[in-house]
């Protein structure tokens, strides 16, 4: 469960940076990385959102 929590922490943490960088330059770092396979880039968001969650309600439970 520790590994889980960890990699869940980190994919929050680069979302929020990727989040951070579409802001303030319009950059998306994950359709620069992966554009040329627009239903990866859809499924690692979504990924990335749900360890959001995750993350938040572990952070909710503590």
């Known amino acids: 469960m520790e590994i889980l929590r960890r ?3 980190w994919l929050t943490i680069i979302g929020g940076l990727n989040w951070g960088l579409v802001g303030a330059f319009d950059f ?3 359709t620069f990385l992966f554009g040329f396979a627009p239903l990866l880039v859809a499924i690692l968001e979504i ?3 749900i360890c959001a969650c995750y993350t938040a309600f572990e952070y ?3």
């Open 47 to 49: 990924i990335v959102g």
């Open 7 to 9: 990699l869940c922490l």
């Open 28 to 30: 998306n770092l994950l």
């Open 60 to 62: 909710y439970n503590r």
